[in-house]
Nanobody, 113 residues
Framework: QVQLVESGGGLVQPGGSLRLSCAAS??????MGWYRQAPGKPREWVAG???????NYANSVKGRFTISRDTTKSTLYLQMNRLTPDDTGVYYC?????????WGQGTQVTVSS
């Protein structure tokens, strides 16, 4: 089992940037991803990175968000630029181990003027 702890959320104005971090208790060479959940909406996938480092993104964030990882620190990142109010929500990281997703507790991102 692995434990994930997200950080880096907060309040930011439209057009601003934030970088989220997800610290893992073990190796992060498995597929990982970022998800978000807005109030009253289901959780949605935002970005993913495969075990060998390939990345992909939801259309809504492509060109604005960048997922990356530092395997020496067992940390996953999400750089978010040009944020809009539609990006508001709780952001979760997840890791897939043996066909099961493990989740962090989430970090709140609020985009508002």
């Amino acid at each position: 089992q692995v434990q994930l702890v997200e950080s880096g959320g907060g309040l930011v104005q439209p057009g601003g940037s934030l970088r989220l971090s997800c610290a893992a208790s073990g190796s992060i060479f498995n597929p990982m991803g970022w998800y978000r959940q807005a109030p009253g909406k289901p959780r949605e996938w935002v970005a993913g990175i495969t075990g060998d480092g390939r990345t992909n993104y939801a259309n809504s964030v492509k060109g604005r968000f960048t997922i990356s990882r530092d395997t020496t620190k067992s940390t996953l990142y999400l750089q978010m630029n040009r944020l809009t109010p539609d990006d508001t929500g709780v952001y979760y990281c997840a890791i897939n181990l043996n066909l099961r997703n493990y989740w962090g507790q989430g970090t709140q991102v609020t985009v508002s003027s």
